[in-house]
Nanobody
């Protein structure tokens, strides 16, 4: 069965950095695309970034370009979200997700993933 476990969330000051990890089981990062999605309190889910089997990156929001980087380590079956220059508006629960109705080795055009992790809280505040 597919399991995704996020870690690394916490409190960060504006302008600082934080890196999240997504440990996958039941799927391999070598063969499946994995994305990061966030949800701020009272708001809808917002796609952040996705990385495909072939290491192609998909940005779902312009707001993180130049600040967030997605990467993976296939040997560890883990995907990372490196966040820098954090802003208060980045505060959200961050989820990693995988699988969709199309070619699951590629990132979907939206965030209609089939499998989701439990999420990890990121709070950016002074």
């Amino acid at each position: 069965q597919v399991q995704l476990v996020e870690s690394g969330g916490g409190l960060a000051q504006p302008g600082q950095s934080l890196t999240l990890s997504c440990a996958a089981s039941g799927v391999t990062t070598e063969n499946f695309a994995i994305g990061w999605v966030r949800q701020a309190p009272g708001k809808e889910r917002e796609g952040v970034l996705c990385i495909s089997r072939r290491d192609s990156r998909t940005y779902y929001t312009e707001s993180v370009k130049g600040r967030f980087t997605i990467s993976k380590d296939n040997a560890k079956n883990t995907v990372y979200l490196q966040m820098s220059s954090l802003k208060p508006e980045d505060t959200a629960v961050y989820y990693c997700a995988t699988g969709w109705a199309g070619d699951a080795s590629r990132c979907p055009p939206g965030i209609n993933f089939d499998y989701w992790g439990q999420g990890t809280q990121v709070t950016v505040s002074s």
